[in-house]
């Protein structure tokens, strides 16, 4: 927050979604410690979540009266929000700081602690800090309190280096899902081939959530503890740190942590439901059934006798979509169950036809070796014609980007040859394939663009970029994006926020003028599918979308696998709601062509 706030309006534009939602939550865990209403609670943690996911900035929505109309935020929790914006603190918080000391929030970090052992250790052996709490299990002193013994005192302290070793405890997708589908084939490597009848990863990387806070994995067999015992020595684990007749819970090297859970057949279709979450989704779920006279567990469906059912009576389903249909609804792709619209989307039958890999016609943004790319545009050709894409746009970084030798005006006139030839082949051949000619232009510190507009005009697409001076200010880095969106050559915004996901925050972009100035000016924004970028985000693309924008997903490959990583950008586009319609590399040449600005 700036020293020299001039105003108090000013000021109270700086309290970002990131701010609030860690209030909502810290409001969260100070009230499970406290164990008041449990309602309460749940009302807090969910508009946490949707805060922190927000499309726009809450200071806005708080400004045009509308904090009341964000779904999942009643009265109460507006009022607190509303006052935190004005007055940059909430009395009642501050009231219950004075009651629970901070430490023992923090202790809740602890894999394993959860509000009741944190209350617990805090109220009967005076502990109010992780320091403190590891000091105490060293020494031995856990012991002492009725439950805790020498092995929950390793077991806090083993947790306590995992909650060091992993930061905030979140796994980039790119990193969680490779290793998720390496487990799955290791496991049906490792037994007779009717062991597993079916394996499926739920949870977070099932709904192509950008960070995976745990993996999650279902299988169906007859022979559980084989199946156990066989996950529990694969090569990417590195500790069991719990195994039960159904269920195991293991460590791999990375710190991901993995859950295995073994169910019959008939229960599939509920723990696939149920394990796949989110646990909002879930919730309103079981509210639906509830209303219907049933409560939905994680085997499926119990009469309550408030139905038409006798009390008690049970229903099983071997499949998710059918659980959906009994209850009316149409089966959600998991990646919207988010609890962000989709619950009445399938009541009201108008879930949208979720972009797929099999609308992607070709891409918009990939590098060569004439940049900072690993294969020939040739081989990179190749690639994308395999996967059978219609078009490629070679857009290799322009000058002005300090570390790569980037392309100036006369190198790209020679790169043209070179795709000019490889063109003529393909025509000559009848194949339906074309290299696009195209740049990724660096957008320099001030907004004007590293090549010049009679350089850029000749080109097919061109793609604008910031990777370096991210950390300007709000004012002055958006002004910088806004000037590039309005070049009339610029087709294409690349990966707007620059952030890496786990290791660089996005910049302080007022995304939300970005986002409109795209609209207005007919720029296509790009999803960067390489999952350490993602960017824009599930959340921004939905915003683009609505402000009407088109998107374009691009995999932005620099070398031959590269286009592989298409899948994670799709991921983020369909939690994005975003249709085949929405997305402009999903047509066919021409008509992609024609929804380009400088067209
Ligand atoms: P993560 O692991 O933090 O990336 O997120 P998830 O969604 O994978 O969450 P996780 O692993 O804690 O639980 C997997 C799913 O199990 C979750 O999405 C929904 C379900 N689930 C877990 N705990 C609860 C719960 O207390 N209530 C309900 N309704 N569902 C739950
Ligand atoms: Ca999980
Ligand atoms: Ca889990
Ligand atoms: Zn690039």
Known sequence: MPIDAPSETHRAGHVSNADVAATLS????????????????IAFQNAAETVR????????????????????????????????????????????????PIGVVEMMQVPDMGPKKARRLWQELAITSVAELKAAAEAGK????????????????????????????????GVARPLALALIAGLRDALPGDAIRRIETAGSLRRWKETIGDLDILVVTDRPAEVIAAFGILPQVDEVIGAGETKTSVLLANGLQADLRAVEAKHWGAALQYFTGSKEHNVEVRELALRQGWSLNEYGLTATGDGAAPAGEERFFEEEADLYRFLGLDCPPPELRENRGEVQAVRDGALPALVSLA????????HSTWSDGTASIAEMAEVARSRGYAYWAVCDHSVGLGMVGGLDAERLHQQAAEIAA???????????????????????????????????????????????????DRDTITARCLKAIRNPHVDILGHATGRMIGSRPPADLDMEQVLQACAETGTVVEINAHPSRLDVNDVYARRAVELGCKIAINSDAHELSGMEMMEYGLGAARRAWLTAADVVNTQPLPAMRALLKSS
């Open 142 to 173: 856990l012991r002492s309190l009725k439950g805790f013994g020498e092995k929950s005192e390793q077991k806090i302290l083993k947790g306590i280096e995992l909650l060091a070793r992993r930061g905030d405890g979140r796994t980039p997708i």
């Open 26 to 41: 810290l409001m969260a865990d100070m009230l499970q410690i406290l164990e008041a209403n449990r309602f309460r609670i």
């Open 359 to 366: 609308d992607i016609r070709g891409e918009l943004h990939g």
């Open 422 to 472: 490889l063109n003529q082949q393909w025509v000559e051949a009848g194949v339906d394939f074309r290299l696009l000619r195209g740049i990724e232009v660096e957008i320099l510190a001030d907004g004007s663009l590293g090549l010049p507009d009679d350089a850029l005009a000749e080109l097919d697409v061109v793609v604008a970029s910031i990777h370096s001076g991210l950390r300007q």
């Open 53 to 100: 996911e927000l499309g726009q900035p809450i200071h806005a929505i708080h400004a045009e009266g509308n904090l009341k109309k964000v779904p999942g935020i009643g009265a109460g929790i507006a009022g607190l929000i509303t006052e935190l914006l004005e007055q940059g603190s909430v009395a009642e918080i501050e009231a219950l700081k004075e009651q629970v």
